[in-house]
Structures are given as structure tokens and as C-alpha cells.
């Protein structure tokens, strides 16, 4: 089985994350203002990232910000290696695409559908991707490891 999920360095912490959006983007004033803006980004997991750069945008005098990821919403944790917060963190997990535009604060918001991310890694019909975090349906049943540790006593 292969697992196809959005990557995030394992231990970082939100106000890190926090930190990193500024120095890695630079917007050029005289470049945005003004104009529509569509920004591409790969996944929206808490949506404070996102919301960070859609402002950031509008400061640099952005006149309309879209947004459009490359994956469809996450909305269930992975629990095959990938590091993503509980379910409960999850922005896609308790709003609607509209509830998440707003929260963003983007003019628009827009998702590669689930079928349209199958089709650009060609698994059509064989499945061999993991789309857990997309569907909440995982390939294997799920251990509740605190529940173990208590019954085990």
C-alpha cells in the first residue's frame, strides 16, 4: 500500500510555523496592487498558515485574493507516518469549503476534487493509494492505543 498524504515536519509547532510564513514570502508591492491574485498552495490543515498569506496579500494591495489547493479537503488524521493535528484541528473536518473561505479570508476558495487527484496519480481503479485524510475511510482498522494500555493492566 501506498500512502499519498500532504507532508509536514514532524514536532513543529504552531507558532514556528507561524514564523516561517514571513520569511519565506516577500510580496512585491508594486507587482500586487491592484490586482487578482490566484495563490496555489498544496493543503489547508488548520487554515492559519493560509489565512496569514491571504493577508499578506491584501497588505501588499492586493485587490481580490483566490485560493486554490491540490488536494481535495482533509478532514481525518493520518495515522500511517504522516504527522497531522486530531480531527478536532482539522479545519475541513468542521466547516464547509464556504466556512473555510471565510475563515481564510480568500474571495475564493476551490479544491481538486477527489476523483480528479486519483486520476493525476493514475489510480483509477486500483486503489493503491492511501486517501484516508481525504475520505475518514482507512484501509486498516484503527487501534486505540490508550484504550490497549488500559485494558492491559
Given at each position: 500500500?501506498r500512502?499519498?498524504?500532504?507532508?509536514?515536519?514532524?514536532?513543529?509547532s504552531?507558532a514556528?510555523?507561524?514564523f516561517g510564513?514571513k520569511?519565506?514570502?516577500?510580496?512585491?508591492?508594486?507587482l500586487?496592487?491592484?490586482?487578482?491574485v490566484?495563490?496555489?498552495?498544496?493543503?489547508?490543515?488548520?487554515?492559519?498558515?493560509?489565512?496569514?498569506i491571504?493577508?499578506?496579500m491584501r497588505?501588499a494591495?492586493?485587490?481580490?485574493?483566490?485560493?486554490?489547493?491540490?488536494?481535495?479537503?482533509m478532514i481525518?488524521?493520518?495515522?500511517?507516518g504522516v504527522d497531522?493535528?486530531t480531527?478536532r484541528e482539522?479545519i475541513?473536518?468542521?466547516?464547509?469549503v464556504?466556512?473555510?473561505?471565510?475563515?481564510?479570508?480568500?474571495?475564493?476558495l476551490?479544491?481538486?476534487?477527489?476523483?480528479?487527484?486519483?486520476?493525476a496519480v493514475?489510480?483509477?481503479?486500483?486503489?493503491?493509494?492511501?486517501?484516508?485524510?481525504y475520505?475518514g475511510?482507512?484501509?486498516?482498522e484503527?487501534v486505540n492505543?490508550e484504550?490497549l494500555?488500559?485494558?492491559?493492566?
Amino acid at each position: 500500500m501506498r500512502i499519498l498524504a500532504a507532508r509536514r515536519e514532524p514536532g513543529t509547532s504552531q507558532a514556528i510555523r507561524d514564523f516561517g510564513v514571513k520569511p519565506k514570502l516577500n510580496p512585491v508591492r508594486h507587482l500586487l496592487e491592484g490586482k487578482r491574485v490566484v495563490l496555489v498552495d498544496d493543503f489547508i490543515v488548520r487554515g492559519t498558515t493560509s489565512r496569514k498569506i491571504v493577508r499578506m496579500m491584501r497588505q501588499a494591495g492586493a485587490r481580490e485574493v483566490h485560493l486554490r489547493i491540490s488536494c481535495p479537503p482533509m478532514i481525518s488524521p493520518c495515522f500511517y507516518g504522516v504527522d497531522t493535528p486530531t480531527k478536532r484541528e482539522l479545519i475541513a473536518a468542521n466547516n464547509n469549503v464556504e466556512g473555510i473561505r471565510r475563515s481564510v479570508e480568500a474571495d475564493t476558495l476551490g479544491y481538486l476534487s477527489l476523483a480528479s487527484l486519483r486520476a493525476a496519480v493514475g489510480d483509477s481503479e486500483k486503489h493503491d493509494y492511501c486517501y484516508a485524510c481525504y475520505t475518514g475511510d482507512y484501509p486498516t482498522e484503527l487501534v486505540n492505543i490508550e484504550q490497549l494500555m488500559r485494558s492491559s493492566k
